[in-house]
């Protein structure tokens, strides 16, 4: 379920330490190292898997609870104003960590 070597996964375990601000079982949300806007956080599944090209009826379930969430864990991260979703796909999208993470981007007026 969870990969020896992936960055996310060690978060997840706890062996790199991470700015967290929702946790539960299926998922862990925590600040992103190198904020790219005011409010930067990752969503990602408490499930290893790379792409959403592989997508399987467990995964979609996640996934699925998460989209459910974010609202939830957005508004109480302060983003009541609005906030960006972006899930990098691959090396054209400049994805870094191959373990599948939703970026929530907000606190300030974003550019396109
Ligand atoms: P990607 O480019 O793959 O869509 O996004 C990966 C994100 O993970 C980047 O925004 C990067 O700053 C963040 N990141 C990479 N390593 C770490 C880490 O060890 N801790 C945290 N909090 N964020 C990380
Ligand atoms: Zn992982």
């Given at each position: 379920m969870l990969d020896k070597d992936c960055i996310f996964c060690k978060i997840i375990r706890g062996e790199i330490p991470s700015s967290k601000v929702y946790e539960d079982d299926k998922m862990l949300v925590f600040k992103d190292i190198?904020?790219?806007?005011k409010v930067h956080l990752l969503a990602i599944p408490k499930n290893h898997f790379k792409?959403?090209?592989?997508?399987d009826k467990e995964r979609s379930e996640i996934l699925n609870y998460m989209l459910k969430k974010i609202p939830e864990i957005a508004n109480e991260s302060g983003l009541k104003n609005g906030y960006r979703l972006v899930i990098n796909q691959g090396d054209d999208a400049g994805q870094t960590v191959f373990h599948l993470h939703v970026h929530i981007l907000g606190g300030e007026t974003l550019d396109w």
């Amino acid at each position: 379920m969870l990969d020896k070597d992936c960055i996310f996964c060690k978060i997840i375990r706890g062996e790199i330490p991470s700015s967290k601000v929702y946790e539960d079982d299926k998922m862990l949300v925590f600040k992103d190292i190198e904020p790219k806007a005011k409010v930067h956080l990752l969503a990602i599944p408490k499930n290893h898997f790379k792409l959403l090209s592989e997508m399987d009826k467990e995964r979609s379930e996640i996934l699925n609870y998460m989209l459910k969430k974010i609202p939830e864990i957005a508004n109480e991260s302060g983003l009541k104003n609005g906030y960006r979703l972006v899930i990098n796909q691959g090396d054209d999208a400049g994805q870094t960590v191959f373990h599948l993470h939703v970026h929530i981007l907000g606190g300030e007026t974003l550019d396109w």
